[in-house]
């Protein structure tokens, strides 16, 4: 495995949760900063989480309160659990690096329809 794999997207009514999941390609795993991403069309890629090598966690004000973002040093994965989910939550998520330097992977969609 060379890039990011992201899953559990899906189509959830506004309200609603899903959990994002995410492996992690290489061996600096534990000792990384890592973030989730989104992209909805016609849009630019937006950073919604990010947590340190502490377990620290940022988020914007977009989602702040909504989106808890935790990673799984063990298995290298990390997770985005999306509570209270909106239309404009709509996108395909991605995992990467903070600054986005890492291969980009397919990404998963989530769509959340009123």
């Known amino acids: 495995q060379d890039q990011f794999v992201e899953s559990g997207g899906g189509e959830v009514q506004t309200g609603g949760s899903l959990r994002l999941s995410c492996t992690v390609p290489?061996?600096?795993?534990?000792?990384?900063?890592w973030a989730w991403f989104r992209q909805s069309p016609g849009q630019q890629r937006e950073l919604v989480a990010k947590?340190?090598?502490?377990?620290?966690?940022s988020y914007p004000d977009s989602v702040k309160g909504r989106f808890i973002m935790s990673r799984d040093n063990g298995r290298q994965t990390l997770h985005l659990q999306m509570n209270s989910l909106k239309p404009e939550d709509t996108a395909v998520y991605f995992c990467?690096?903070?600054?986005?330097?890492?291969?980009w992977g397919q990404g998963t969609q989530v769509t959340v329809f009123s």
């Open positions: 947590i340190l090598s502490t377990g620290a966690t």
């Open positions: 290489g061996n600096v795993f534990d000792s990384a900063a």
């Open positions: 990467n690096t903070p600054r986005g330097l890492g291969p």
